[in-house]
């Protein structure tokens, strides 16, 4: 597979392995070994060392084997893909509580990738992982609200650049059990794997940074106590809103993995909602702005509060 992409103001200054490895959805290793072997060409010319940085306008050239993904993933045009942007390098998509992002340990297919396959082929192949092509974040099955796809690789790399420099600014609505004293607040408390169940997560000594931040939009007594919060990410890690929340004593509404579903006020999901997103384009750099209306089965769940 050869690549050859121009160097976006999102990748400007990264280093030529780190480029190279996003670019090529490879390891920083097997990037720097390909640096080492002369066979990355930087604005024309061989990079020399792997630590050199790329500029605005580069041109990064280089050759990665062919990676296959079609004994993988079958396109499925039944699967609905709710659109709401599209371009020749990025897609955002408003996701339904229930549909799974990508194929996983028992969910090889019905996702919503073989879903976005089925209508964008060229995604084959975009990404640093096979069975997860164009996709750089995820929501959990149970969460609704905006996604980012990228349909190329330079779009690919450039987003997962903005995502770790936390330039990508993303809001999610949710209700919690309890009454939440303070108006705003940061939570700050590293996650990793929990050690007595495997399928969950925890706030963990060892596990890795993770910030989440909240913001009280109503409080409600009636007929349960609840509160209704934004919440912003600074970090993305697997289930973070809902460990974090859970850690405070305030679980997420509806879900039963940490501890938040209850017969007082019963739903068939957590109450998470993706509802903004806010970035520059991965290739342009035009400033974005995304909203996603809160569905029908979380207002009518807002509904019987008072």
């Not at 290793?29 to 790329?54: E, H, M, N, P």
């Not at 280089?62 to 004994?71: M, Q």
């Not at 579903?261 to 400033?287: C, I, K, N, W, Y």
Request: proline share 6%; net charge neutral; hydrophobic share 45%.
């Amino acid at each position: 597979m050869r690549v050859l992409e121009t160097i976006p103001s999102a990748l400007a200054g990264e280093r030529v392995d780190r480029v190279v490895s996003m670019l090529g959805g490879c390891s920083r290793a097997d990037a720097a070994a390909l640096v080492g072997a002369g066979q990355v060409r930087v604005a024309g010319a061989v990079a020399i060392t792997r630590s050199a940085k790329v500029r605005l306008g580069d041109t990064v050239e280089f050759e990665l084997p062919d990676r296959s993904t079609a004994s993988i993933l079958v396109p499925e045009p039944e699967i609905v893909v709710p659109l709401v942007h599209e371009d020749e390098h990025l897609l955002v998509i408003d996701k339904p509580a229930g549909l799974i992002v990508h194929p996983g340990a028992g969910q090889p297919t019905g996702t919503l990738v073989h879903g976005l396959l089925a209508r964008y082929p060229e995604l084959v192949g975009v990404g640093a992982d096979p069975a997860r092509p164009g996709v750089v974040h995820r929501l959990d099955k149970g969460t609704s609200g905006l996604l980012l796809v990228a349909r190329t690789q330079v779009a690919y790399a450039a987003l997962v650049a903005a995502l770790s420099a936390r330039a990508v600014h993303r809001r999610y609505r949710t209700l919690v059990w309890g009454a939440v004293a303070a108006a705003s607040g940061l939570i700050d408390a590293p996650i990793g794997r929990s050690t007595r169940e495997a399928m969950k997560m925890a706030v963990a000594v060892r596990g890795k940074e993770a910030r989440t931040r909240y913001e009280v939009l109503a409080t409600f007594s009636e007929p349960v106590e609840v509160t209704e919060l934004a919440c912003t990410l600074e970090t993305g890690r697997t289930h973070q809103i809902r460990v974090h929340l859970s850690s405070i004593g305030h679980p997420v509404v509806g879900d039963l993995r940490y501890h938040g579903a209850r017969q007082s006020l019963p739903m068939g999901r957590p109450f998470l909602h993706a509802e903004l997103l806010e970035l520059d384009h991965p290739v342009t750099g035009d400033a974005l702005r995304f909203e996603s209306a809160l569905p029908d089965d979380l207002r009518q769940v807002l509904a019987q509060l008072g």
